[in-house]
């Protein structure tokens, strides 16, 4: 009961002062946590021995250093082990049965689907737990060194603007909060870059990709997106930011329609690429 209650009482402090909540505010929450009951890793139900409580060291304590608060050490440092990964995607898939060359944008994966960062992103979309970010985001910012190699003439990725992959209205309004948008907000934060959740709404209710194939997935999000009017003319560089990327038929949708709208530059980051299919 104290265990729901305690990441009850984060959500809801997180969802009424989003723009309020410091490093510090969050840090307390996340003892207050601890102290009320002893967490379990989300992986394998051990005690999770946080850092912060056994810190000596404020300076790293208040930078945000130690997040850990859903894994215990072993599986953390199982999640780190992960390998950050580039990819390039085409901004419109390309038709069946033509070779036409179009433009490609690039795509940084924080991980593989698979062990402890798999259960961390399903407990995220499916268990309201949304004190797991705080596991998933150190291994998300790792993504950064790797995507400011390939940005835009060599300028800083601090000038982009950060945009969550849209859910539809209906789900987000039964889930309570887009997965996305708290992983997107959290980076642009720390990279002192805007963040935008509006620029890109989702129109259309689709099925989950999860076991379609790849043309099935291209079809199923096919005008399936839409770009804020008031963004028309308005578009720096763009940095999508989504959970899990497969076969990037959400994400190339999405990348189209912001190049379309006058995106000077498009690349994404997701929290982790899903195992290769044979018809993925």
Excluded at 21 to 44: K, N, P, V
Excluded at 88 to 106: A, D, E
Excluded at 120 to 126: A, P, Q, S
Aim: proline content about 5%; charged content about 25%.
């Amino acid at each position: 009961m104290w265990r729901k209650f305690s990441r009850d009482l984060v959500a809801i402090t997180e969802q009424l002062q989003p723009a309020r909540m410091t490093r510090q505010a969050g840090i307390c929450l996340d003892m207050i946590s601890l102290f009320l009951c002893e967490e379990r890793c989300r992986y394998c139900g051990g005690s999770v021995e946080s850092a912060l409580l056994h810190s000596r060291d404020d300076s790293k304590l208040m930078n945000g250093s130690f997040r850990n608060a859903c894994l215990c050490s072993e599986c953390t440092q199982r999640l780190h082990e992960n390998c950050q990964t580039l990819w390039w995607l085409p901004v419109s898939p390309p038709k069946q049965g033509t070779r036409s060359s179009t433009t490609i944008f690039p795509v940084v994966t924080a991980g593989i689907y698979q062990g402890p960062l798999r259960k961390l992103i399903r407990r995220l979309k499916y268990d309201n737990d949304r004190l797991v970010v705080r596991d998933i985001f150190p291994l998300l910012l790792k993504t950064k060194e790797v995507l400011q190699s390939v940005w835009l003439d060599g300028a800083s990725i601090e000038h982009a603007i950060f945009v969550p992959v849209p859910l539809h209205p209906d789900r987000e309004r039964k889930r309570g909060y887009n997965q996305a948008a708290l992983m997107a907000e959290q980076l642009a934060t720390e990279i002192g870059a805007r963040f935008d959740a509006t620029l890109l709404r989702r129109t259309k209710r689709t099925r989950p990709q999860f076991g379609l194939s790849k043309l099935e997935r291209q079809e199923n999000v096919k005008e399936a997106f839409a770009l804020s009017l008031r963004s028309a003319g308005e578009l720096g560089p763009i940095i999508l930011v989504d959970d899990v990327f497969t076969s990037g038929a959400t994400l190339s949708e999405c990348a189209s329609l912001l190049t379309a709208g006058g995106a000077a530059f498009v690349a994404a980051i997701a929290a982790a690429r899903a195992p290769f299919r044979s018809d993925a």
